[in-house]
């Protein structure tokens, strides 16, 4: 009998181990960055290159971090996802333009239509570096504080707005500066 | 086959297509070499950046090289990738609580796969220790029954 108990257990233990493997993201990989500061920046806008910003401007208040590039597929398939956020007004949008051609990113918010309030751009992926962006699209939540509250990888689905970042940026916008 | 072969030559070249970057001090290339074999690439992630060509790879090849240049150790550059990516950046995990399951994992598995191979060859030892034992008997009552039928035949003939 403990002849085909045995290894009926050790399937059934592998069996449940695969199992959560194959439930995993393999390329989300927590990040070292929830509720610390913001990394320091002090970049150029994409539509007035003399003009710069830093996160100390955007103190107290809660601010979207996204970064995108007009090369980026899956930017494409978040970016009417973005547009219709934007319209809520419900929060801060700053874009982070990836290593991207200015040309390029202006002509790609032309066409599709543009929901951050501030792009700014970086075109060696310097600060991508120090935010510890590895996948475009990334989006980051920092609250009043300039404290990173959440990190989203990948493209924001509309359920992605509804069940995380919605009620997030509701409970953010309601704490104390 | 020759198709293949030729198939295979043509990309296996991009493999070396990452850039060369030279340090003046021999000790700090030496740093970097090794510091980019130990950092793993996050887009592609089973390789390292010194590995990949990806756009990731030779922004933070160039990070760890102006880095070294600017006189910081290999421990404040290993620093700074994990305080940007997490401990994932490293190739070689870390010896840590976390990870102690990690590490430990394979010498337990080496451990249980040396004990089922020991009984198992133990109890085989014995199974088979017991049928020989039978075996010689077996054959000696035959022999000696062959002995006795071949000394009947002689009598006989």
């Known amino acids: ?177 | 086959m020759k198709r293949l072969l030729l198939v295979f030559i043509l990309f296996s070249g991009s493999c070396y297509a990452v850039d060369f970057r030279q340090l003046s001090d021999p000790k700090q290339q030496e740093s970097y070499e090794e510091l980019t074999k130990e950092l793993r690439c996050l887009v592609c992630q089973n390789q390292t950046i010194a590995d990949s060509n990806a756009e990731l790879a030779y922004d933070l090849r160039r990070q760890v090289y102006e880095m070294l240049e600017q006189g910081q150790s290999r421990e404040q550059i290993v620093q700074f990738m994990i305080d940007r990516y997490g401990d994932f950046v490293l190739y070689k995990p870390a010896f840590k609580g976390k990870t102690t399951l990690l590490w430990l994992a394979p010498l337990v598995f080496l451990l249980v796969g040396f004990l089922t191979v020991f009984f198992f060859i133990k109890n085989k030892k014995t199974a088979q220790a017991v049928i020989s034992d039978s075996d010689t008997l077996e054959n000696a009552i035959e022999k000696k029954k062959k002995i006795r039928s071949l000394l009947d035949k002689g009598e006989t003939s």
Request: aromatic residues 10%.
């Open chain 1, 1 to 177: 009998m403990l002849k085909y108990i045995i290894p009926l257990v050790l399937f059934i233990i592998m069996a449940v181990f695969l199992g959560m493997g194959l439930n995993l993201n393999p390329s989300d990989i927590p990040s070292p960055f929830i509720n610390k500061p913001a990394p320091e920046f002090s970049a150029p806008k994409l539509n007035a290159p003399s003009e710069k910003l830093t996160p100390a401007d955007l103190k107290g208040q809660v601010w979207l971090f996204n970064v995108w590039a007009s090369w980026c597929v899956s930017c494409r398939s978040e970016h009417p996802v973005l547009n219709e956020f934007a319209k809520l007004k419900a929060v801060t949008i700053i874009g982070l333009n990836y290593k991207d051609d200015p040309t390029d990113a202006k002509k790609w918010l032309d066409s599709l239509g543009n929901p951050y309030n501030i792009s700014i751009m970086d075109q060696e992926g310097r600060i991508g570096i120090d935010y510890g962006v590895y996948g475009v699209p990334e989006t980051f939540v920092i609250d009043k504080k300039g404290l990173i509250r959440h990190k989203h990888t990948g493209p924001i689905t509309p359920a992605d707005l509804q069940k995380t970042l919605i009620p997030l940026i509701d409970k953010l916008q309601s704490e104390p500066l």
